[in-house]
């Protein structure tokens, strides 16, 4: 359940507002932060991807002794404090190198946590690909290829896969402009091993990689353009380390869809292309013999089985001879 704060004033009582559940919510807002230890890779990757979701997303450049596995409580207050429901923390340490943890929230509490580990010889950053920049505000297409992410079964994959999708998501809308698609971001994974996925180390573990490409479309002497793709940054290869699977009551309360606006639909009934309302009604088997009809002496049964008494009745009636009247006698 909610936890519901009476308002103390009208300032308060805005603020409120402008935070409680919506039936279209807010662009999720992501925030990043850094731990007391991170290399300056691991830096210029959290700035690349903050520059990708520049619009809704802030930065804080302090250090933070914060362990989000062992006790995510600092998370949790970021969280309310900011008002984002996305976290991204990067942290260096000698055991897990290079690490980026994305943790998302409901209620301002933690929902889920998946650790990235970046490989650092493979990384190359945005400053580094001499192409046109995708402008602010702008959605990608997403491209996710791998047997990996497929998994009928909730793993590792899926959540990296969900969690991305909310990152670059971006606002929602029911249109898009065709030129509003500037960039596109592809994610593979490799094909996952027996004793990739039964080993507990990290560096074993299939390779997640990240490119986004910039898409250019040009003349093709045709209806439809030439479409090309080339590469802008970041160039990322993660591999999946921990993970913090949601809470089964929580998860159902944050994935409950409001029905304001929305119609429920009634069993056996319809409308037709006139706009009139037909319904249906299903009864049992009926006997017809005792259906009640319009009562006509005509139509009585009772008059067809008793018909040839009746006459016969009437013709012994007919023979029967009349009685003769006696005559009036008058004494003289």
């Given at each position: 359940m909610l936890r519901q704060i009476k308002p103390r004033n009208a300032?308060?009582?805005?603020?409120?507002?402008?935070?409680?559940?919506?039936?279209?919510?807010?662009?999720?807002?992501?925030?990043f932060l850094r731990g007391t230890t991170c290399s300056q890779i691991l830096q210029d990757a959290l700035g690349d991807l903050h520059a990708l979701r520049q619009v809704h997303a802030k930065r804080f450049h302090k250090k933070n002794p914060v362990h989000p596995f062992e006790d995510s409580s600092s998370l949790a207050f970021f969280s309310e404090k900011n008002d984002c429901s996305l976290l991204l923390f990067a942290s260096s340490s000698k055991k897990r190198p290079n690490t980026i943890t994305f943790a998302r929230t409901f209620?301002?509490?933690?929902?889920?946590?998946?650790?990235?580990?970046?490989?650092?010889?493979?990384?190359?950053?945005?400053?580094?690909?001499?192409t046109e920049k995708i402008p602010l505000g702008?959605?990608?297409?997403?491209?996710?290829?791998?047997?990996?992410?497929?998994?009928?079964?909730?793993?590792?994959?899926?959540?990296?896969k969900s969690m991305?999708?909310?990152?670059?998501?971006?606002?929602?809308?029911?249109?898009?402009?065709?030129?509003?698609?500037?960039?596109?971001?592809?994610v593979t994974a490799d094909e996952p091993t027996e004793s990739a996925t039964?080993?507990?180390?990290?560096?074993?573990?299939?390779?997640?990689?990240?490119?986004?490409?910039?898409?250019?479309?040009?003349?093709?002497?045709?209806?439809?353009?030439?479409?090309?793709l080339e590469e802008h940054g970041p160039r990322m290869d993660f591999r999946l380390g921990r993970t913090q699977e949601p809470d089964e009551a929580m998860l159902k309360e944050a994935m409950r869809v409001p029905r304001n606006g929305v119609e429920r639909t009634k069993k056996n009934i319809k409308t037709?292309?006139?706009?009139?309302?037909?319904?249906?009604?299903?009864?049992?088997?009926?006997?017809?013999?005792d259906l009640q009809t319009r009562k006509m002496k005509g139509l009585k049964r009772e008059r067809d089985q008793g018909g040839l008494d009746d006459e016969a009745t009437v013709a012994d009636e007919v023979e029967e001879p009349r009685r003769k009247r006696k005559?009036?006698?008058?004494d003289i």
């Open positions: 300032r308060s009582k805005r603020a409120l507002e402008k935070r409680a559940p919506k039936a279209v919510e807010n662009p999720k807002t992501a925030l209620d301002y509490k933690i929902l889920d946590m998946l650790e990235f580990s970046l490989d650092a010889e493979s990384f190359r950053g945005i400053s580094q690909f001499k702008t959605r990608p297409l997403m491209v996710f290829a791998g047997t990996a992410f497929e998994s009928p079964v909730p793993n590792a994959f899926t959540m990296a991305l999708l909310d990152f670059f998501r971006g606002e929602i809308t029911d249109k898009i402009d065709v030129e509003g698609l500037r960039y596109c971001v592809v039964a080993a507990d180390d990290p560096a074993s573990r299939p390779v997640l990689r990240l490119r986004v490409y910039s898409i250019r479309t040009q003349r093709s002497g045709q209806k439809l353009p030439r479409v090309e037709d292309i006139m706009g009139d309302k037909i319904g249906r009604i299903h009864t049992g088997k009926i006997d017809l013999s005559a009036k006698t008058v």
